[in-house]
């Protein structure tokens, strides 16, 4: 079955400061990767996805992650934090449940919080 | 705004009690996603319909149901609530089936079992 662990609980950096979130996933073939966030009290919204083709993946709000097939990990970085990237950052993988079916299987997430 | 809506938004109960969610995709989304999130389990995966026939199962207690009616709105049920059912539930939507699409989720509708 998949998983994806993302090792850091709580991150905080300042404004201008870069940033790495981690996520290392298990699964047994080649994995369908995501990256979503959470603002506070708001839904999950998209900021990139892997699913082939060229291993650094451009996402929005100035986002990108690349996957490590040989490290188990899909890390996501910024070269200079907002302090409006401050919200929780949920990794995911896509895969086949036993039986065949479908779902995502979400990281425990990485709380962001910038200091100004 | 991802153009899914979830109502209500906060909802108090007590235990023993059952209570229905309501989530409306977005405009030519046929898929519609529940997930619960809680402070313990984290973001799990509950159920998914498409077109209004059911797709997979996730961690979806027995207590639990839900149903996507011909108007692709979808309803989750959760009957006999126990505390440990306080969570924000999400509902998110796709075009297709494929999981693999990208799912936009809803604002959630926060539960608290009293």
């Known amino acids: 079955a998949q998983s994806v662990t993302q090792p850091d609980i709580h991150i905080t950096v300042s404004e201008g400061a870069s940033l790495e979130l981690r996520c290392n996933y298990s699964?047994?073939?080649?994995?369908?990767l995501f990256w979503y966030v959470q603002s506070p009290g708001q839904g999950l919204q998209l900021l990139l996805k892997?699913?082939?083709?060229?291993?650094l993946v451009q996402g929005i709000k100035g986002f990108e992650a690349e996957f490590k097939r040989s490290q188990s990990s899909f890390n996501l970085r910024k070269p200079s934090v907002h302090w409006s990237d401050a919200a929780e950052y949920f990794c995911?993988?896509?895969?086949?449940?036993?039986?065949?079916?479908?779902?995502?299987?979400f990281g425990k997430g990485t709380k962001l919080t910038v200091n100004p | 705004d991802s153009g899914v809506t979830q109502t209500p938004k906060h909802l108090i109960t007590a235990t023993g009690q059952r209570v229905t969610l309501r989530c409306s995709p977005r405009?030519?989304?046929?898929?519609v996603y529940w997930y619960q999130q809680s402070l313990d389990q984290g973001l799990q995966f509950l159920i998914h319909?498409?077109?209004?026939?059911?797709?997979a199962k996730g961690n979806i207690l027995e207590r639990f149901s839900a149903q996507q009616f011909p108007d692709l709105h979808s309803e989750l049920n959760l009957s006999s609530l126990e505390l440990g059912d306080s969570a924000l539930y999400f509902c998110?939507?796709?075009?297709?089936?494929?999981?693999?699409?990208?799912?936009?989720f809803g604002p959630g509708t926060r539960l608290t079992v009293l």
């Open positions: 995911a993988v896509g895969g086949f449940l036993q039986g065949g079916s479908e779902k995502l299987v």
């Open positions: 892997y699913f082939s083709g060229d291993t």
């Open positions: 998110a939507s796709s075009v297709h089936t494929d999981w693999s699409d990208t799912q936009y």
């Open positions: 405009s030519g989304d046929l898929s």
């Open positions: 319909y498409y077109n209004g026939e059911e797709r």
């Open positions: 699964y047994g073939a080649t994995p369908y």
